[in-house]
């Protein structure tokens, strides 16, 4: 009896709180976004909103035997939560129920399960066990291998469901890493090659390796602390090429300016990697390798983008960065989507007053464009509220997770807020043309009950471990 | 313990930012960017046009001539359409395929979002059809449009057609939209404004689906559609249709005016058309085929062809020559028929001969002797070109008259400037223009500046802008005249009286005796033989009467006619007979059946000329 009374008194009730908010908040925008006339009821079974509210109950008393469970079990059997997960994914690839080209539903007694839902919170327990072993250290070539394993063993047969936006989710384990020691060489090198990959399908290659070219010098620059190797490398860029502008004319050879730059380019590596050996400067390597990374990378994009992605991934993407502007085709759900949250205004058109959403403007609303409605109805001061709401939860785990005794404990909990901040940022994102469409969730706004019962078993786990955060659990 | 604790404020850092991006995004589409606003009413609001009915036509006896007939366009929203069945569709609509196909593909490349009419004037009883399977086929709506109908094929010219606005109309006038109709010509695009009444539209909430959800705002800004008001025109049908039979078969047209009021009775140019033709879906086929007959159907020559006036101008060169005082009952010249010089006399008549034989006997020799005193009363040919000129204006020829005819063209008076040019400034005089004294040379009027100048003789010096349309009937029935400038000529009206009296002798005694006299009825009249380079003579007459009390002034002019009172003088006065007598005496009934059944276009193919 004594041991209950602790939990009660040891949960986070504001992280509870906040969870309870948003959950509520999405019923009613579930509600607004199929209302109709003809089925007012909120408590409307036949509806999405009556449903919802099933899985809602459904996932708080999901939520109360997660937290009944002792906090042990879920260190001691993280292992075979995730072996499970992934033996499910493997079957619902060959017994799955195929909706919308998606092999990835298991159908249960009329209730759909979604396996690589489960795949998150799975994931994050196995990350978490492993990287609180003891002796675990970040550095290891080891550590990368089996912690890559654990990420790109679920995200692959994610993939292979034909869900690329679930997928993509397994990503964001890296900034758990990062918090966990990952050098800040690799987010870094993420970043810039996210940013390369974007430049490169906008910008020309002349542009790109113009950038380069000066980012490298004042790289170098940098590393040194020394202007005066800036400026020189500026003046050799400068000479080389206009020397070869000059034949150019003189002799008169056939020559594009992506040519010049490109033998200045090869030219100046010479004599940078000559400058390099003779003076035994170890920033010299560094900053031609960044270049040569980059420049791979850029080549390597053309390739990928026409020979990996799908034809309607390509065309988000192309939507999304202004290349093509396809308003009835794949730009049509973010257009309307725009539009919707573009006409609620400040304080938005109140309550099922909006005229987008209840005329089913924006397809998917419910689920993928809940935030529309959000937008429509209530305005900016709603979709405010929401994404502050959503902030305030995410440092609240973060707050959470560096109280932990037990490092288990804070992995697990980074990897919570990093999981839902990647589906919070993408979702919303997405609505407002930010980011390209890519199907996944608001956590606990979006209906259906497989995403909101994994969101709240993938929280309420955290929430259990806090509530024994004095504990050493390994 | 941990080495790497501080990376936290990294993470909520990041978290923070994107918080604020997608904040910063979301102020700027909801609060400062208002397009989506605007994007969401069009996405919504769907403007739905009622046209009303356009204006009823009466003619001066209130007897209708053009009303409407429901028709029913079939337009489409390219982004709603779902996959049909496209022959089950055309059965029903009774089109093409390949034209339904090229339509739904031009309505795409319109606008995915704007519905645009596919097809158009569907009658109402493939509307009836339609309406029933039209849940079969989203995307596609129906708008009701009014057609004009016509009881008779008559003054197709004058009363003008109906046709779709172009987009220079839709540019210049903001209450036009593309698919509206405007009056394309006569007395549609005359009266349009009047005619058109005011599109009606209401806002109806959509859904995606574009079903109807209800009005907006309660139908705040809905607009009532006001039906078109009528015209009564002051066309005679009966008259219009008699003149219209008699100008069968031949090239030409007949202009008949109430002189007191300037009301058009008659305005028929033949050959003509059918106004249905621009009524329906063959619009623009039957339109190619008027406009490349070689015969110019569409062309109303009674306002817009220039012809020489020939003889019939000796009217106005007698008005002109009573206002310079230089004619008179006993002022005479002497004719030497065939020998006259410079131009001769084919008439064999008395010698020398007074204004009123002058006109009986329509005397060459006369009238240039007249026309040079005219010219040389002053001290330079220039400055009396100039008078001369000055009064042919004044008798509202050589300008539009400006009634109501939109289309109705000035004629040609030359200037000085172009004889000038012609001859050289001071080498011209009245023996380089002597033809102007026969209306020859480069004069040019409409038969319209005839019947107008016979209607001031008829008032004895004033007319009223010559115009078709009377009142305008509003709503309640009530009418509104219109009125129209009334010119006082210059000239004294007694000087009118010789002129009437010649004219009179014209029809009795003169070169109409035979063709134009009417037992009972005082006709004045004159005829004219207009010389053509092109082949025969053209065929003009002009006259009022009764000669008291005139009721009506009339020109009738046939190409290719050879002499005045061949076909013109016989026309003139069978109408003149039937407009005061109602009927035509039995005595002339062989007269009416011969201008009934003459045919000279047949006949001018057959011979080949031109």
Known sequence: MKSNNNILLSLDWIAILIYLTLVMMGWVNIYAAVYSEEHQSIFDLGQQYGKQMIWIIAGIVLAICVLIVDSKFYVAFAYHIYTLVIFLLVAVLFLGHEVNGARAWFEIGGVALQPAELGKFATSLAVAKYMSQFGFKMARTKSYLVLGTFMLLPALLILLQNDTGSALVFAVFFLVFYREGMPDIIIIGGFTAIALFILALVWTQLSILILLMLVSVILFAFLRQSIKEGIIGFAIVSVIYGILFGLKNIIGFDATPFHLLVITSILTVLIFVAYGLAKHIRQAWFVLLFFIFSIAITLSVNYFYRNVLISHQRDRVDNLLGIKNDLLGAGYNVHQSKIAIGSGGIIGKGFLKGTQTKYNFVPEQSTDFIFCTVGEEWGFLGTTVVILLFLTLLIRLIYLAERQRSSFSRIYGYGVACILFFHIVINISMTIGLAPVIGIPLPFFSYGGSSLWSFTVLLFIFIRLDANRTKNLR | ?610
């Open chain 2, 1 to 610: 313990m941990d080495t790497y604790t501080k990376r936290q404020y990294l993470l909520i850092g990041i978290f923070c930012l994107t918080a604020l991006i997608m904040i910063s995004r979301l102020f700027y589409i909801q609060v400062i960017d208002s397009s989506y606003k605007i994007s969401a009413n069009s996405n919504v609001l769907r403007r739905q046009i009622n046209y009303p009915a356009r204006g009823l036509v009466y003619d001066r006896n209130h007897k209708l001539i053009v009303y409407n007939q429901a028709a029913y366009d079939v337009l489409v929203t390219p982004r709603e359409m779902k996959a049909f069945d496209t022959l089950a569709f055309c059965r029903i609509a009774g089109v093409e395929k390949a034209d339904l196909v090229s339509e739904i593909r031009k309505a795409r490349s319109y606008s995915m979002y704007k519905a645009s009419p596919i097809i158009k004037q569907l009658s109402s009883h493939r509307y009836a059809i339609l309406q029933e399977q039209l849940f079969k086929y989203p995307g596609f709506y129906i708008q009701a449009r009014t057609l004009r109908q016509y009881p008779a094929t008559i003054a197709s010219h004058i009363l003008g057609y109906v046709g779709e606005v172009d987009q220079k109309k839709i540019d210049d006038d903001k209450y036009y939209e593309s698919g509206d109709y405007i009056g394309k010509s006569g007395i549609e695009q005359a009266y349009e404004n009047e005619l058109r009444g005011v599109k009606g539209i209401s806002y109806m909430m959509v859904d995606v689906h574009n079903r109807i959800k209800g009005s907006f705002e309660g139908g705040k800004m809905d607009t009532a559609a006001v039906i078109g008001k009528n015209l009564i025109s002051t066309l005679h049908a009966d008259l219009q249709t008699y003149g219209e039979r008699l100008l069968a078969g031949k090239v030409g047209s007949i202009v008949a005016i109430e002189p007191k009021t300037g009301e058009i009775m008659i305005l028929a140019s033949s050959p003509s058309f059918d106004p249905g033709m621009f009524v329906g879906r063959e619009r623009t086929k039957n339109y190619m085929t008027l406009l490349n007959d070689p015969l110019k159907p569409m062309l109303n020559r009674a306002i817009t062809a220039s012809y020489p006036p020939g003889s019939t101008f000796k009217l106005a060169n007698a008005i002109i020559g009573l206002e310079e005082g230089l004619l008179g009952p006993d002022i005479r010249y002497s004719c030497n028929g065939p020998r006259s010089a410079p131009i001769k006399c084919t008439h064999n008549h008395e010698t020398p001969l007074p204004l009123l034989s002058a006109i009986r006997e329509s005397c060459n020799s006369y009238f240039f002797q007249a026309f040079r005193a005219t010219i040389n009363k002053y001290p330079t040919s220039e400055e009396g070109f100039e008078a001369w000129r000055n009064h042919l204006m004044d008798l509202g020829i050589g300008e539009r008259i400006g009634g109501d005819l939109n289309a109705e063209t000035a004629g040609n008076v030359p200037k000085t400037t172009y004889y000038d040019r012609f001859f050289g400034k001071g080498h011209w005089n009245v023996m380089t223009i002597r033809s102007l004294s026969i209306g020859q040379g480069e004069l040019l009027l409409t038969p319209l500046q005839l019947a107008n100048m016979v209607s001031i003789i008829a008032n004895k010096g004033y007319y009223i802008a010559p115009h078709v349309v009377r009142s305008i009937q509003d709503f309640d029935k009530s009418e509104r005249e219109l009125s129209f400038e009334k010119h006082v000529t210059a000239a004294n009206p007694f000087l009118f009286n010789v002129i009437a009296d010649g004219m009179q002798k014209v029809v009795e005694e003169g070169t109409a005796k035979l063709a134009a006299k009417v037992e009972g009825i005082a006709i004045c009249g004159k005829t004219g033989t207009v010389q053509n380079p092109h082949g025969a003579a053209h065929s003009a007459f002009v006259a009022f009467a009764p000669k008291d009390d005139p009721k009506i002034a009339i020109c009738v002019y046939v190409e290719n006619g050879v002499w005045g009172a061949r076909y013109a003088a016989p026309i003139a006065s069978l109408i003149i007979e039937k407009y005061l007598n109602d009927s035509i005496s039995p005595k002339r009934k062989p007269l009416e059946a011969s201008m009934l059944s003459a045919d000279l276009i047949s006949a001018m193919h057959l011979s080949g000329g031109d």
